[in-house]
């Protein structure tokens, strides 16, 4: 008869124990279970973890909820590999107590035998190991006064009861039927991973002309003006030498002219590999500065670790056994048949010396930890071996456990999430696909309230080098405005590609979502200083994302919102106060639960998805969800963008946005007349 | 780089393989797993399954579906624990060809270097030792012919996508990189647990004149009726002697006069226990004899497993330490306070003797399937320890795995779902309280098309000597039509207790769903022959469950559909062609999946919920659910209750159904016009 705890759904569990969940330093964790045994006993439980390394566990009772669940939070304050086990019991005091009670409010007289059998189990309790000392004796006076013919009935049920005889018993429990849960590991990453707003540049067209390179010294020029767009992540790509062999020509022509830079991706030239820079941006020590220079504006800069090579690589000539061969002996170069990447090698993991490959792409990544990069975008991770990624990740993060990973997968869900499981810390997503009501709602809602939350930490782009969506492409201020809203407003980790500022907007041809005149290939530069820009507008998001707790950390808080009209979205975000042991005053992000606290702050935001056209509708909001439970109560709406406000009555009431004449966003925040 | 293919999703798995999935010797068993790897190499799966005590793994190719989903069916057709696996590897075949054909397709013209490298990858497999001698030389003839230039490359694109040659690379796949999932358990239950129609009589009331008992032989009499409705199961409640202490009166009061015969779950007199018949009923012999008429009948009798005693039980004095003893030494009775129910003594299992006691109570139950006892109704299983359960219904399945255990539990949903996966073959559900249109089609769905439905296998009953809801305390047939059709034609599972047929519907007091002048507390002999008995009416309804296939064995192909009328419900079943390896022409239940072929059968019930009034609406069929690709094509729908035949055409059909005027239940058969 062990384990007669019954234990199901605990959370958060990621297939069983198999891959660890994910949070961050200042998440606050729920951990919730449910439990019960037969009958009619009552049932108590608690959660215990204990940080990385930690030799000790800290305890946490949890609370019952409805229906057999109990719930427990905190905050894990340490970046590494948390693990927290759920406990469960049968809490014979409370159960004994429930009967006592509900005796003497039906009137039965004699309760003598009730009153001896509690005496007989606080005595128990208070002779076993678990009730200290100086406590004992709190049990044992209780238990004289239960047996104590003296003392009026209703006074011995109202000794049982007391708050101080309860807190010791709930800090001490009698649990002779301990059940234990099987550990599980909660990864916590720092905060960075949970939140924050990335920039793209390639420094190569930073103080180009056009045919010359820009340098890490000329780019270092554009530092302070993206930190003063409120940006938190500088994201490089790949800054190593370039290769020489069928490089690609502008606008991804099979012909590369003489000064044609080339595709930074095609890695590694006689100049180096991977762990070298490319001689046209500077040395390794221009690199260094202009790190230095990004962390002193506020950027934190991410390189890309894109695992592939120029056949002028040289690791083609030093292991050539980590390349595939042909039959003919020839290396295998990328294809996607009928195409052909003749310019690029892939690795093959299927190689006799895994174990070199391993070892040296891991040396890869701690040479520029080593230099203090400590976030890396990971290239296409869904084309190379995926057991290497579980393992280099854990590799890297026992030496530095505050290193980042964001993957670059665009596949299908599966793979998404499998790489989420296997230790990214961020992922890339669907969403610049995502364009309508229907698709936004159908996507957010999957991402933030199943399961795959509890590991899959979605970065939103409206665009990348590789996709200008169509819904851009008519260059419409409106269009710009909105996904980038969107993006920062909806996922607390989102990003955007150098010129999406500037509304560049033009595809290499009708149909694609590559842009002409691609910086993939050439040169870029760019006039940074035009009316134009948006650059204000991101400014003031990224300034609300930062001025706002509910935009921080967590994608679970938001929710979507009726509105009487297909163009146009409503969702909110609010924070509830913290319901955690030491973190008084704090937030905690979520979805409001039916015994959840009213909230402390609340956005809703609102977005014309027509950039074309004005459109009106009148809302039909959640009020409950808000927490405004008086559905008729007026409440003032703030526009955080444009500081308009406006006064507002329950659920329905009037929007109009027009893409021509003002922002075609409105951020409110909710202020309730007092 | 081992485990290289990645296994998500595997199903049906239970709990993480923790509890075995169920399913019956005649179900076909979907096995499903998502199956992926890195980059664009093909995948290939396969399931391999070895029945109770086999030898060798027998093994099915999976067939891949959309989004890395792979999925193969069989017939465990052997009751008992099978075990399955899931098996992945890289198709290097598959991809090669995939790229060859792309190329070929695309006008490469130098195709050499492929037609050499399939060759070799036949040529190495060849050499390997999966393939059968016999086999290899097609493996060897398709080389050659790949290599050979005198060959047209069109032809030698033929060659390598011949049938022949798939098939052979089909059975004997090159599997280097093999990745095996864990083994899985499914316990397959005989046929009965899967499909049966209980019917629950108290033997005592048959033949009783209301002050004397009937007994096994006088009951014996309405066996032929009872098998004439079409019941399989005839589940009869404790036959044990019944204890004198605290005896119930009639209606439950607390004082019986010395004529009353007690609670039959008050087990235990002077005249035995657990393993004894009440001397009222008969003998031992008696009893064989009334199983083996019912058994002639077709019949199978169920026992109720009732763990508890009444004060004069033998092992009240035999074993008190099974009882918990209060502190002033007395036995505690069950109690719910400030309710006492002093005729029943519950068992402790925090007893010394747990042992002994375990062995005891499997030892009851050994005693009856001794006398051909193979299935068990439990009494409140979930007041009694689970880990027993789990032990016990494994023990006996150890010996005769055919058989079956009823969960009756009537409590929170955890512990509902947590006996099932405990091992209880079958469920008592809240049915009996879903009444209107939204609570039918919420619960239901929720049965049907969530994961519990491989394991939790749900048996509907209108309702029992316990339950007579309000929705019958009018009495009128209509409403006791509506709902055993509904418990009949949605689950496979379903049971009714005795005295329904009579329309029997007067509760004890207004709000109560106690039955006046219950049997649980008094003889109640009846007459069966009235006029307004819907014995009838219930003979068809399992006269359709067993000459229509949709009806049998799995509650998975119930689908809902809409009917613009809140009281009237409609839904469908349908089986489609089975896709099963050696059960060719055999129906699967299922939902209709979007790959899937047309119904074989199709039944669409209507039920009119109002039990007063006259209903009416539009249907809003599922035309593709239902395999009616041609929204517009007419087609019949013929009435198996009534025999009438409309013609409809599309989703939109008018129904009115008049619970004064013929049948509050249409169950139409669909015949498409052809």
Redesign the interface.
């Known amino acids: 008869?062990?384990?007669?705890i019954?234990m199901?759904?605990i959370s958060p569990v990621v297939?069983?124990g198999r891959f660890a969940a994910k949070a961050t330093t200042s998440d606050v964790v729920e951990v919730s279970a449910?439990l019960?045994?037969?009958?009619?006993d009552k049932v108590a439980g608690a959660v215990r973890h204990r940080p990385p390394g930690g030799d000790g566990w800290r305890e946490l009772p949890m609370a019952a909820r409805p229906?057999?669940r109990f719930e427990a939070r905190f905050v894990p304050d340490e970046v590494g590999a948390w693990e927290f086990q759920v406990l469960g019991w049968t809490d014979h005091w409370a159960s004994w107590l429930?009967?006592l009670v509900?005796?003497h409010?039906?009137g039965?007289a004699d309760l003598s035998?009730e009153f001896?059998?509690g005496a007989?189990l606080l005595e128990r309790h208070a002779a076993g190991d678990d009730v200290p000392a100086e406590q004992v004796s709190r049990l044992e006076r209780a238990a004289a006064t239960l047996r104590d013919d003296a003392v009026p009935v209703h006074q011995r049920v109202d000794a049982a009861r007391a708050g101080d005889l309860r807190q010791v018993l709930v800090a001490h429990p009698d649990r002779r039927d301990l059940t234990t849960s099987p550990t599980f590991t909660l990864w916590v990453d720092r905060d960075r991973a949970g939140f924050s707003a990335w920039y793209e540049m390639f420094p190569r067209s930073v103080g180009s002309d056009g045919r010359t390179s820009g340098t890490f010294k000329t780019a270092q020029s554009r530092l302070g003006e993206i930190a003063a767009m409120g940006f938190d992540v500088l994201y490089l790509p790949p800054i190593h030498p370039i290769g020489h062999a069928h490089r690609k020509g502008p606008n991804n022509t099979l012909i590369a002219g003489p000064d044609d830079p080339g595709v930074p991706w095609a890695i590694g030239s006689e100049a180096g590999g991977h762990t070298a820079v490319h001689p046209d941006l500077g040395t390794l020590e221009d690199f260094d500065d202009f790190v230095a220079a990004a962390g002193e504006a506020g950027l934190e800069v991410a390189l890309d670790f894109a695992i592939q090579c120029s056949p002028d690589h040289p690791w083609v000539t030093e292991h050539p056994e980590w390349f595939r061969h042909?039959?003919?002996g020839s290396i295998a170069y990328a294809?996607?048949?009928?195409k052909k990447y003749q310019d690029i090698y892939p690795i093959d993991?299927?190689t006799e010396d895994?174990d070199g490959l391993c070892e040296e792409l891991k040396g890869v990544l701690e040479f520029w930890i080593d230099r203090g990069i400590r976030i890396f975008r990971v290239d296409n991770p869904?084309?190379?071996?995926?057991?290497?990624w579980e393992w280099v990740i854990d590799e890297i993060h026992q030496t530095d456990p505050g290193v980042l990973f964001l993957a670059e997968a665009f596949t299908?869900?599966?793979?998404m999430?499998?790489l989420a499981k296997l230790g990214f810390s961020q992922s890339y997503t669907y969403f610049t696909w995502r364009n309508t009501k229907h698709e936004l709602t159908e996507y957010v809602t999957e991402l933030a309230h199943t399961d795959s939350a509890d590991y899959y930490r979605p970065n939103f782009w409206p665009n990348t080098p590789d996709i200008l969506h169509e819904y851009l492409q008519s260059g419409s201020p409106a269009a710009f405005k909105v996904r980038v809203a969107l993006a920062a407003l909806l996922s607390p980790n989102y990003g955007m590609y150098s010129g999406y500022e500037l509304l560049e907007h033009v595809p290499v041809r009708p149909g694609s979502e590559e842009y002409l005149d691609s910086e993939k290939y050439a040169y870029r530069p760019r006039d940074f200083h035009v009316d134009h820009s948006i650059a204000p507008f991101i400014a003031r998001l990224n300034e609300l994302r930062h001025s706002h707790r509910v935009l921080l950390g967590d994608l679970r808080n938001v929710w979507f919102h009726g509105i009487e009209n297909d163009q146009l979205l409503a969702f909110s975000k609010t924070a509830v106060p913290a319901d955690v042991d030491g973190v008084a005053g704090d937030a905690v992000p979520g979805r409001r639960m039916p015994d959840g606290p009213v909230p402390l702050d609340r956005l809703v935001v609102i977005a014309n998805l027509d950039p074309h056209h004005a459109q009106e509708g009148m809302t039909a909001l959640d009020m409950w969800q808000l927490g405004m439970d008086g559905v008729d109560a007026p409440y003032d709406v703030h526009d955080l963008l444009t500081g308009h406000t406006w006064t507002w009555q329950g659920p329905r009431n009037y929007v109009r946005l027009d893409p021509s004449a003002g922002e075609p966003v409105h951020v409110f925040h909710l202020r309730p007349h007092l």
Chains 1, 2 share one sequence.
């Open positions: 008869m062990k384990n007669r019954q199901t759904d297939d069983g449910v019960f045994r037969e009958g009619h229906q057999d429930d009967g509900k005796k409010q039906a039965v035998l001896e059998e007989l042909r039959a003919d294809e996607n048949p009928p993991f299927d895994i869904h084309t190379k071996a995926l057991p290497f299908r869900p599966a793979m999430r499998q």
